[in-house]
Structures are given as structure tokens and as C-alpha cells.
């Protein structure tokens, strides 16, 4: 293979610009077909967009012999399903967060994969600037031995972070798994495995006001296997003027703090504090398409494996169940 050709299943409202268009801006790589079960919409994406075919059924588009890689970008509840077609159909897989609706899903989707690993999790955020940022520091041992770790995401009901779509599915338990928080925290959890490595234990609280599964306020703590720990706090009913987005590391010489949807990182000392200010890219999971593509053409590493993407769902049922 010289180049990833790609088929998008549920070219939504992420696909559109996070996504979608970084597939065509990636060397060694295009975007050959897109799918949805709206055939007005598959065409108009694939029209607006460029892309030679669209279609309605995901079987169709994985006997077009011209893909090899299949983004799939559909809601939680299908992932599975999805996923285990396009691996019998020997392709390679870029999957979307969370990549299942529960740990359980998460462990039979492990177990259907073969030893040689076809699949990245999208967990984009490893390649964008200011959370590579964030590990550099850490690698270069700037605030010393780290001790533990917080993260506060406190947002109201209107928030504007998380991306609305017609039906909202987000909030939906049977579609996303569990609301707001299952659908950003994969990104959290995932980085915290990135900066700090293998768990021991994780537990949580949760609490759905309408007892629905949509939980609203969930509280985290994680032992990790170096002896870092972590707190964290998820709100979604909070005021207004409460919002809040922020990670704090704790180290034995300061402090690394930095938002999950800023682009700022901010170095605290005893002797000094640096501001670093970044600029993501139009498309944002661009970066990790290209790590992507480098690994499906044997010229990298894995950037997000799915035993990482298992391990953030444990952790997410964890915290929740």
C-alpha cells in the first residue's frame, strides 16, 4: 500500500470539519466514499466535499474495492456492530470515542480484533500541540516528581463544548452510554493514560437527577501504577457563571495547568511562570489522521491502540456504575 483510502461511515456533524475534509490535507491519503442512511444528505456531504462515491449502506461501502480504511463516525451504540464489519471485511479501522457504549461492549470488541492490531481510537487530542506540550514538560521532569493530578469541568445545561446535533442524541443512554460526560471524558481519561500510564484502581460516583443514565455529576479518583493520583470532578448542571474547564498537575517543584478546549499551558515554579499559547488547526483531528495514516503504512507507531480505548471505558463505567 502507498496510499489509505478511505470511506467514512456517518458523515455527521464531526465529520464536517473536525475530521471529515483532514482525510483529502493528509499526505498518503484520500477520501473516497462516505455513508449515511439519509441519501440526500450522503450525496450532499460527498458533493460539498469532493468525495467520488456515497452511499446508504455500510455493505456497500466496504465492497468498494478501492478502501482500505473506514472512519466510522456514528453514535456509540453502533460502534461495535460497525467496527467487526469493517474488520471482516479486512479493513483498517479509525474509530470515534468512546468506542463503545460500555466496558463490556469495549472487552468483546478487544476480543474480536486480531493480534496484529488494524485499529486507532480517535482520541485526537494526543496530537494536538498543547497536550504535547503538556507531556514534554512532564518528560522533562519541569515540576519535579508528580504527586497527583485534578481536573474541574464544570458546565451548565447550554454549554458550548460539546457539539448539539438535531436529535441529541448525546443524551440519549441507549445511543452515547451515558450523556455529556461519556461523550468528553473519553478525551480526559485517555490523556491522564497517556501522561501518567497503567492504572490500578479507579472508582467513582454518579448521579442522574431523572435517574435516566444521563449523569450529570460524576466524581472520579484514580491510583495510578507509579503512585500518581488523580481526582475529577464532571458537572453539567451547573450555573452559568460557574463554568469552568481546567486540569491542574502537581509536581514537588509546581504546577502544570492547562483547559481541555483552550490552547494555553501554563508552567508555575518557584522561580517562574511560562505561558505557552498554541494554535489548533481548522480540521483538529488532522494531526492524528497523519500519525494515523503513517501507522496504517507501516512508518509509525500505533497512536491510540484499542487497549487504550478499553482501558478509558473501564474507567468510565468505573466512575459511573
Same mark, same amino acid.
Given at each position: 500500500m502507498k496510499t489509505i483510502n478511505w470511506g467514512i461511515i456517518g458523515a455527521g456533524d464531526v465529520a464536517e470539519v473536525k475530521s471529515g475534509p483532514a482525510f483529502n490535507k493528509v499526505e498518503n491519503s484520500k477520501l473516497v466514499a462516505v455513508m449515511r442512511r439519509n441519501a440526500t444528505k450522503a450525496k450532499d456531504f460527498?458533493?460539498?466535499?469532493?468525495?467520488?462515491?456515497?452511499?446508504?449502506?455500510?455493505?456497500?461501502?466496504?465492497?468498494?474495492?478501492?478502501?482500505?480504511?473506514?472512519?466510522?463516525?456514528?453514535?456509540?451504540?453502533?460502534?461495535?456492530?460497525i467496527a467487526k464489519k469493517c474488520l471482516q471485511a479486512k479493513k483498517f479501522v479509525y474509530l470515534e470515542k468512546p468506542i463503545t457504549l460500555n466496558y463490556t461492549e469495549a472487552k468483546e470488541l478487544k476480543a474480536f480484533v486480531s493480534k496484529n492490531d488494524t485499529v486507532v481510537v480517535a482520541h485526537y487530542r494526543r496530537q494536538l500541540p498543547a497536550f504535547l506540550k503538556v507531556k514534554e514538560l512532564i518528560d522533562s521532569n519541569a515540576i519535579g516528581k508528580i504527586s497527583f493530578a485534578d481536573i474541574t469541568i464544570l458546565q451548565s445545561k447550554e454549554n458550548k463544548i460539546i457539539t448539539k446535533t438535531e436529535a441529541n442524541w448525546r443524551l440519549n443512554p441507549k445511543i452515547s452510554g451515558g450523556g455529556y460526560f461519556n461523550d468528553i471524558a473519553p478525551h480526559q481519561i485517555d490523556l491522564l493514560l497517556y501522561?501518567? #500510564?497503567? =492504572?490500578?484502581?479507579?472508582? @467513582?460516583?454518579?448521579?442522574?437527577?431523572?435517574? !435516566?443514565?444521563?449523569?450529570?455529576?460524576?466524581? #472520579?479518583? =484514580?491510583?495510578?501504577?507509579? @503512585?500518581?493520583?488523580?481526582?475529577?470532578?464532571? !458537572?453539567?448542571?451547573?450555573?452559568e457563571k460557574d463554568t469552568k474547564d481546567v486540569c491542574k498537575i502537581y509536581g514537588e517543584k509546581g504546577t502544570i495547568t492547562f483547559s481541555f478546549y483552550d490552547e494555553k499551558v501554563v508552567l508555575s515554579t518557584n522561580e517562574k511562570e511560562e505561558i505557552f499559547d498554541f494554535e489548533n488547526p481548522v480540521n483538529i483531528q488532522k494531526p492524528m489522521i497523519v500519525a494515523t495514516v503513517n501507522y496504517f503504512l507501516g512508518k509509525g507507531k500505533n497512536p491510540c491502540d484499542l487497549e487504550n480505548g478499553v482501558t478509558v471505558m473501564k474507567v468510565i463505567d468505573a466512575f459511573t456504575k
Open positions: 460527498a458533493e460539498r466535499h469532493n468525495v467520488p462515491f456515497w452511499y446508504t449502506s455500510i455493505e456497500d461501502l466496504l465492497e468498494n474495492p478501492e478502501i482500505n480504511a473506514v472512519y466510522i463516525a456514528t453514535p456509540p451504540s453502533t460502534h461495535l456492530e501522561y501518567f #500510564g497503567e =492504572i490500578e484502581t479507579a472508582k @467513582g460516583f454518579a448521579k442522574s437527577s431523572q435517574n !435516566n443514565g444521563v449523569h450529570e455529576l460524576v466524581n #472520579g479518583i =484514580i491510583d495510578f501504577k507509579n @503512585g500518581i493520583q488523580f481526582r475529577g470532578i464532571w !458537572n453539567f448542571n451547573a450555573s
